[in-house]
Every structure is written in structure tokens, then in C-alpha cells.
């Protein structure tokens, strides 16, 4: 996934209110509303890049203890544990500051939640791929079926969950 199909989506697990706030509009307030449940379904799992992912379990740490989880509160608060400093920390600024300055709106949250997930469905199968074919090469005979049978209930797990998801179950 894009980096900036990325951001679009984690900058809408802001409420809309609330990016205005930023701007010194709005309801100080507002950051106490939830997030989207389809945003809130996402995991840092569902990100190919592990800085997005960082980024994205920072800011649903925040979200989830019920604190603000504006641009200014998550840097403070990565600040605050050490998180800015070396090259991670640097990619994590710049994410953040990315995200922020986007100016997405709020329409196209749907179709970004749908690509990050989508994306990461698929890659769960060229993992399995992978797997199997490790395993074909490395595993003894009376464990490959076995194999086969936990990534196929692994990727069933996955379909379900991304259907769910979609229909607004999760």
C-alpha cells in the first residue's frame, strides 16, 4: 500500500471535528469521540510497512485510554517514551507530519480502510505461499498436511474477519 493511501486513512481516525480543532476550531472536546468501528477493526498487522504500523498501534494506544489523539498529542506522547529519535523515530515524525498536512476528506475514509485491508488479505496468501513452499522443502512428510491445514484455517480466520469488516460486523 501507498504511504500516502496510508495516511489518508489514519488521518480519518481523527473525527472530522477534531482536524479542525487542530486549526483552533472546534470543540476542544471532540478528540472523546469515537474513532470509525471499520478504522477501530484495523490492527497494525493489516500495514505492510512497520513504521505505518508503529504509528497506527501509537494512535489507538491513544484512542483506547480515552486521551487526545490529535497530531500535537501523539508526537508529545512519542516524544515522551523516546520514539522520535534515530532513523525510526525520524520515519515516524515524518509519517506523522505527513498525515497531517494531507488535507484528505472525509469521504474517501471507506475506500482507504478497504485498500489497507484488501492489501493486507492478499498478502497473507503470498505469505502462505511462501510457507508452504518452505515447508515442502524443509518440513518431514507427517507434518505437512498439518501445515497445510493451519494455514488454510488461518486464511479462512482472515477471509471471515474481512468480511465482517465490510459488512460492518467488526
Known amino acids: 500500500m501507498s504511504a500516502r493511501l496510508w495516511m489518508k486513512s489514519v ?8 482536524i479542525g480543532s487542530e486549526s483552533g476550531q472546534g470543540d476542544s ?3 472523546r469521540q469515537l474513532p470509525n468501528p471499520r478504522v477501530a477493526a484495523l490492527t497494525s498487522a493489516d500495514f505492510y510497512r512497520p513504521v505505518n504500523a508503529a504509528l497506527f498501534t501509537a494512535i489507538s494506544e491513544l484512542v483506547e485510554a480515552g ?3 490529535n497530531s500535537a498529542h501523539v508526537f508529545t506522547t512519542l516524544q515522551q517514551e523516546g ?30 480502510i478497504s485498500a ?14 511462501r510457507s508452504l513452499a518452505q515447508a ?6 507427517d507434518q505437512l498436511f498439518e501445515h497445510l491445514l493451519s494455514i488454510g484455517h488461518e486464511r479462512r480466520a482472515a477471509s471471515q474477519r474481512l468480511a465482517a469488516i465490510r459488512e460492518g460486523r467488526a
Do not use: M
Open 11 to 18: 488521518a480519518h481516525f481523527l473525527p472530522v471535528e477534531q
Open 29 to 31: 472536546q471532540d478528540w
Open 67 to 69: 486521551k487526545p489523539h
Open 83 to 112: 520514539r522520535t529519535s534515530g532513523h525510526l523515530g525520524k520515519q515516524l515524525t515524518k509519517a506523522l507530519t505527513d498525515i497531517t498536512t494531507i488535507g484528505v476528506p472525509s469521504t474517501e475514509l471507506e475506500h482507504n
Open 116 to 129: 489497507v485491508l484488501t492489501q493486507a488479505y492478499r498478502r497473507g496468501f503470498r505469505e502462505a505461499a
Open 136 to 141: 515442502a522443502e524443509e518440513l518431514p512428510e
